[in-house]
């Protein structure tokens, strides 16, 4: 089985910066395209970034483009999710998620971590 393990979420301020990292176990996750996916309260999933299994190509989507860079370390069986000039609508859990992979204008995966708590305060 695939297990996602999510770290790095906290709270700051507007304008910060955090990193979350996404380590696997039990099976290697380098084959799979990876994402990041968010839920604010109230809201449902979104999707955030993703990144090919290489490494090679990645997405993101309109509102944090510029703010977000998304990368992966296949050797680790990590994956990482810098995210700078963080604003109060980026609060949410973010998740985790292998096999990703894109369907017209929406994405969707297959596996899933627990989540991590980010909070951005005004």
């Known amino acids: 089985q695939v297990q996602l393990v999510e770290s790095g979420g906290g709270l700051v301020q507007a304008g910060d910066s955090l990193r979350l990292s996404c380590a696997a176990s039990?099976?290697?996750?380098?084959?799979?395209?990876m994402g990041w996916f968010r839920q604010a309260p109230g809201k449902e999933r979104e999707f955030v970034a993703a990144?090919?299994?290489?490494?090679?190509?990645?997405y993101y989507a309109d509102s944090v483009k510029g703010r977000f860079t998304i990368s992966r370390d296949n050797a680790n069986d990590m994956v990482y999710l810098q995210m700078n000039s963080l604003k109060p609508e980026d609060t949410a859990v973010y998740y985790c998620?292998?096999?990703?992979?894109?369907?017209?204008?929406?994405?969707?995966?297959?596996?899933w971590g627990q989540g991590t708590q980010v909070t951005v305060s005004s």
């Open positions: 990144i090919s299994w290489s490494g090679g190509s990645t």
């Open positions: 039990g099976r290697t996750v380098s084959s799979y395209a």
């Open positions: 998620a292998a096999d990703t992979i894109r369907e017209g204008s929406s994405w969707a995966s297959r596996y």
